[in-house]
């Protein structure tokens, strides 16, 4: 049998095999494991706002607090996956835990937002470590298909709640101090977590036919940093500067020849043979357009009224319970309609929700600070991605021979992952691109005092947009704020747009690209592990 990341389980005592004395106390441990890597996940979510107050941030840089986690879970989840076969599943969970409690310490005593991204980037790759760690962990342990079940609804479940609750803890926490003790609360957590898998789970490997593929892990890291470098740093530095360009040119290089090392490995990341079946293709794709659609709405939701609006950190939680709640309290029916409705439908439907939920998020009135417009469009973006997180690795799976499945999972997983760092990325680079546009355009036609114009001007050459509308009333160039709020609102509804046209895309992919299209196996024949990518990953990431 295979797990997501292409995992043979073994059942030797040395792989950890079904040992009841064990069972009890490693889902308790990796359930707590997954939740506070959910939470360092999620929990920049609320704090936007207070990052660019306290830290005097930009727009890209608020963009690299997100990005730095999910590229460093997205470059190395399959490595991680890896090693711990090799090297055992407590020890990989344990590692990753520690990172977290190293990242978040970084980030509470961060004096700089590049100090910040660190911290991120340490978090994203304990967490990229506990994710599979923990799930393979669990499903080592089972001693059949319906206590694995079991186990893998509860894990999914604590990785949900993390999501949900993560904003609000640090919202709650914002509110009543200061940002950064959100982030020592999570160094509390994660050495609670890290000293209850040490002394609860059992230790689990399955080392025959694994080794890692060096030069593939090397070239996709480098590849998607590079690029994704040029797509963050392009809308303030510019598109045709010399770094940006060598970045785009640079990642291309680097990910074509991923391609060229995958192609002939003997262990890749992932086959891209795989890709010959048309509906493993268009599942991988929708997987992408469609994750990048919600996280790209998330950040769009965080920054409108966080640096934008400077809300309240806690009013911004609220919103993302509607968010990424939904993921919570719909899983367990949403694993019950899975095996009585084609995934196909979930999918289709899913993308039509978080489309108009994105369509109708075009509508909102930057200067309205009232949250009520906003909970229908962010309850169908929730409730679509709901249907579509593990409906999409469903038709993956149910499209490819039961012998390839742990390999298809996996894919799928890191395709996903990697619209969830699009996302980001992308909606920054449309909505602080026109809302540049649109500042220079309306300062011009503002008519304001000579002095006040020129400081707004040399103030939004450095930092944006974002940069005057932050400033204190009566500094120089503070009498532009409401032309840089209208330029920002403009340019976060063209994001909005953005993401609403990919999820509409993602539906038409999954209603007409699946047409004909006949499962290689019916759903009782799947592997009987709910994988890894089963996981609601309602998180946000920033």
């Known amino acids: ?125 304990g967490a990229g470590a506990m994710f599979p760690g923990s799930l393979t962990a669990i499903t080592a342990v089972a001693r059949d298909m319906r206590q694995r079940a079991h186990a893998v609804a509860l894990w999914s479940g604590c990785l949900s709640a993390g999501a949900a609750i993560s904003p609000l803890l640090g919202g709650m926490f914002a509110k009543v101090g200061s940002w950064r003790g959100s982030f020592w609360v999570l ?178 009135d930057v200067t309205d600070t009232g949250l009520g417009p906003f909970v229908l469009p962010t309850l169908l973006i929730g409730v679509g991605f709901a249907l579509t997180v593990s409906s999409v690795t469903a038709v993956a799976l149910n499209s490819v021979p039961l012998k390839l499945a742990g390999m298809a999972s996996a894919t799928t997983n890191m395709l996903r992952d990697f619209g969830f760092a699009l996302g980001p990325v992308v909606v920054s680079a449309v909505a602080l691109s026109n809302a540049g546009s649109h500042f220079t355009t309306g300062l011009a036609e503002a008519n304001l005092p000579t002095s006040h114009a020129q400081a707004a001007h040399r103030i939004a050459e450095a930092g944006g947009p974002i940069a005057v509308n932050s400033l204190p009333s009566g500094a120089p160039g503070s009498a532009a704020h409401d032309v840089a709020m209208n330029a920002l609102g403009s340019g976060f509804t063209t994001a909005y747009l953005v993401c609403g046209v990919a999820a509409a895309v993602a539906a038409a992919l999954t209603a007409f690209g699946l047409i004909g299209v006949r499962a290689q196996r019916a759903p009782e024949e799947a592997p009987p592990v709910a994988h890894r990518d089963d996981r609601p990953e309602s998180a946000f990431t920033g």
């Not at 740093?233 to 391609?259: D, H, I, K, Q, R």
Request: charged share 10%; hydrophobic share 55%; glycine share 10%.
């Open 187 to 364: 160094v509390g957590l994660a050495l609670l977590s890290m000293l209850f898998t040490q002394f609860l789970a059992s230790e689990s490997r399955a080392p025959d036919g694994r080794k890692i593929d060096v030069s593939g892990q090397i070239t996709l890291a480098i590849g998607l940093i590079l690029v994704l470098y040029g797509a963050v740093e392009g809308p303030e530095s510019g598109w045709l500067t010399l770094p940006v360009m060598l970045a785009f040119a640079l990642g291309v290089c680097f990910l074509a020849g991923f391609v060229v090392v995958e192609l002939g490995a003997d262990s890749p990341i992932f086959d891209l043979k795989l890709f010959r079946n048309r509906a493993f293709t268009v599942s991988s794709v929708v997987a992408v357009i469609g994750m990048l659609a919600f996280l790209g709405a998330c950040f769009s939701t965080s920054m409108w009224l966080g640096p934008v609006q400077h809300q309240d950190p806690m009013r911004v939680a609220i919103l993302f319970l509607f968010l990424q709640g939904p993921a919570f309290v719909l899983f367990p029916l949403i694993s019950r309609l899975l095996h009585r409705v084609a995934p196909a439908w979930m999918l289709t439907t899913g993308f039509v929700f978080m489309a108009i939920g994105c369509l109708l998020c075009t509508r909102l």
């Open 1 to 125: 049998m295979t797990l997501n990341n292409g995992t043979p389980v073994s059942h030797g005592p040395t792989a950890g095999a079904a040992r009841v004395s064990g069972y009890a106390g490693t889902l308790a441990a990796a359930c707590g494991a997954v939740f506070v890597a959910q939470v360092a996940n999620a929990l920049p979510a609320s704090l936007n706002g207070l990052f660019q107050e306290d830290l005097q941030t930009h727009g890209s840089q608020l963009t690299w607090i997100t990005s730095a986690f999910m590229l460093a879970v997205v470059c190395f989840e399959f490595t991680f996956g890896v090693l711990g076969d090799l090297f055992g599943r407590r020890r990989l969970v344990v590692t990753g835990t520690g990172l977290v409690a190293i990242g978040s310490t970084v980030a509470a005593l961060a004096p700089s937002v590049h100090v910040l991204w660190l911290g991120a980037a340490l978090n994203g790759l």
